[in-house]
């Protein structure tokens, strides 16, 4: 399809190994962002791309969590050392353009537990 | 603290009425206002959204109001259907988008 596509869809890992998780946002958005939504909450901004740049990464929990876009296409969200508390649905976001007032548009997720 | 604020965790209406979803923001400097609907397993899905220069925008059923003053938002969606049960969130800011935590609709057949 035409959307955003995440992989995996589900990801179980123990607690201390790494993960990564793939974005493949729509064909020709600039702009691309990762959120982490917890049970109950809304989803909560990790990072955002412009291109092949990362112009913010304030959202980032700690510096086990790393987003890199190489190409200025497809995303990848590592976490390393994976702990309990990163258990969570990971979004990623895709918008035509990298000023404001174009709607983000999101994928289904990665829904990640650590045990 | 929260700077977008969705007071409600949930809403039943029936179905044909009017379903009025309300936000709140704290942030005078946001510019772009925005909901989406989210079924269980999939990602948020863009509804509808409106500028800080506008005070409506209507989208066939969805209609979302403005009011820079109060620093309030509300979508309403008229008639409501069965398919409109989801949780809507409502999102703010300009380059980045602020999520409130969503409120859970229920369409009564």
């Known amino acids: 399809g035409a959307g955003v596509s995440q992989s995996p869809r589900y990801k179980v890992a123990k607690r201390g190994q790494d993960v990564a998780l793939r974005c493949d946002p729509i064909?020709?958005?600039?702009?691309l962002f990762w959120y982490q939504q917890a049970l109950g909450q809304g989803p909560e901004f990790l990072t955002y791309f412009q291109n092949e740049a990362q112009l913010d990464k304030s959202g980032l929990p700690s510096d086990r969590f790393f987003a890199e876009r190489p190409e200025g296409s497809v995303s990848t969200l590592k976490i390393q050392r994976t702990q309990q508390e990163d258990s969570a649905v990971y979004l990623c976001?895709?918008?035509?353009?990298?000023?404001?007032?174009?709607?983000?548009?999101f994928g289904d997720g990665t829904r990640l537990s650590i045990l | 603290d929260q700077q977008v604020k969705q007071n409600s965790p949930s809403l039943s209406v029936q179905e044909g009425r009017i379903s009025i979803l309300n936000c709140d923001y704290t942030?005078?400097?946001?510019?772009?206002f925005l909901w989406y609907k989210k079924y269980p397993a999939e990602g948020p899905t863009f509804l509808i959204s409106?500028?800080?220069?506008?005070d409506k925008n209507e989208d066939g059923r969805f209609t979302v109001f403005l009011n820079k003053s109060a620093k309030h938002l509300s979508l309403h969606i008229v008639p409501s259907q069965p398919g409109d049960s989801a949780v809507y969130f409502c999102a703010a800011g300009d380059d980045k988008i602020i999520f409130g935590k969503g409120t859970r609709l229920h369409i009564l057949p």
């Open positions: 409106i500028s800080s220069i506008k």
């Open positions: 064909s020709g958005h600039v702009s």
């Open positions: 942030n005078s400097m946001f510019d772009y």
């Open positions: 976001a895709s918008s035509l353009a990298g000023n404001s007032n174009q709607p983000q548009h």
